[in-house]
């Protein structure tokens, strides 16, 4: 894999340059945008920060097969932009700072992913030694028993209150896309989107599995559905439009997400999707972040389609 970087701040590019070399990717590192087209022949990805965004887009909607990824200090919504306008850009990653690189664990495992590598399961997303629970999601009676039992298990960890809160509030956001939402019938129709305030019992094959793990330093939350009806434009557009000040998106069945109850409660979001088989949600957030730190901290995202 060709990886061409431009970042202005030579250390910082340094780092990021040495990360994608460590996976075995054949590295170009440049400072000066001028320079960025001439360098694409033959290149497989090209990064950059969201203030080089314009140049990223302009570069992959010229050359067929070229990726592009985006890291930023910033909130989401401009970096936001190029991902709707551009389906070869699905993947931002948040920094602390301009001085600072992207997180390391999380750029070498998209860049092990951009070479084809599979989904990381749930420890991937952790240090060794995380504790993790699963929850069994089979009827609408346990979806808030669900929601109690992460916030118990969040809480636990000594956080303040509101942050069990808002993961639970995520933890059942997560639970009612994958229980009425992701389900269809034998003829592909939404099975229980239409009324998501109605009981149901998932049979055996439409159940979710629903995790939740932390390593002290990262949470992790993760629901997989057995449907893989998730569409790109589902958390793209919908995420534009919550933080546009819109209308949470729950129009589209397999999808139903309210995206921002997801970004506002995390600070990285992982959509794998392998089509007509699952869809899997990983949700991740910082525990040395404090809450006003949460609001403006830079957050990731990631869409994968298989």
């Not at 701040?9 to 054949?26: E, I, P, W, Y």
């Not at 948040?94 to 664990?105: H, I, L, Q």
């Not at 979001?269 to 525990?287: C, G, K, P, Y």
Request: charged share 25%.
């Amino acid at each position: 894999m060709q990886v061409v970087i431009l970042e202005r701040n030579k250390l910082v590019g340094r780092k990021v340059a040495r990360l994608f070399a460590a996976t075995g990717a054949s590295v170009v590192l440049l400072e000066d945008p001028a320079a960025v087209a001439a360098a694409l022949d033959g290149a497989d990805v090209v990064c950059a920060d969201t203030f080089d965004g314009e140049l990223v887009a302009e570069q992959v909607r010229a050359r067929s097969g070229l990726r592009g990824v985006l890291w930023t200090a910033e909130p989401m919504r401009r970096s936001l932009r190029y991902l709707v306008e551009s389906a070869a850009i699905d993947h931002v990653l948040g920094r602390r700072d301009f001085e600072s690189p992207p997180r390391a664990w999380e750029l070498t495992m998209l860049a092990r992913r951009l070479a084809g590598a599979p989904a990381p399961p749930l420890g991937g997303y952790l240090d060794w030694g995380f504790a993790a629970i699963d929850i069994a999601v089979r009827a609408t009676a346990d979806r808030d028993a669900a929601a109690a039992r992460i916030q118990d298990f969040v809480a636990a960890l000594g956080v303040p209150r509101r942050v069990a809160e808002m993961f639970a509030e995520l933890g059942h956001e997560l639970i009612m896309n994958a229980m009425y939402d992701a389900p269809i019938d034998a003829f592909g129709r939404p099975k229980y989107a239409a009324d998501r305030k109605a009981d149901i019992v998932l049979a055996d094959h439409e159940r979710p599995a629903l995790r939740v793990a932390t390593d002290g330093t990262r949470l992790a939350l993760q629901i997989r559905d057995p449907f893989g009806r998730l569409e790109r434009r589902h958390v793209v557009d919908g995420l534009a439009r919550g933080l546009a000040g819109g209308e949470l998106d729950r129009s589209h069945g397999g999808a139903g997400l309210g995206m921002l109850v997801c970004h506002n409660a995390s600070t990285a979001l992982f959509f794998d999707v392998a089509a007509n088989r699952h869809t899997e949600v990983t949700a991740l957030f910082d525990l040395d972040l404090n809450l006003r730190e949460l609001r403006t901290h830079a957050k990731s995202l990631h869409f994968w389609r298989q």
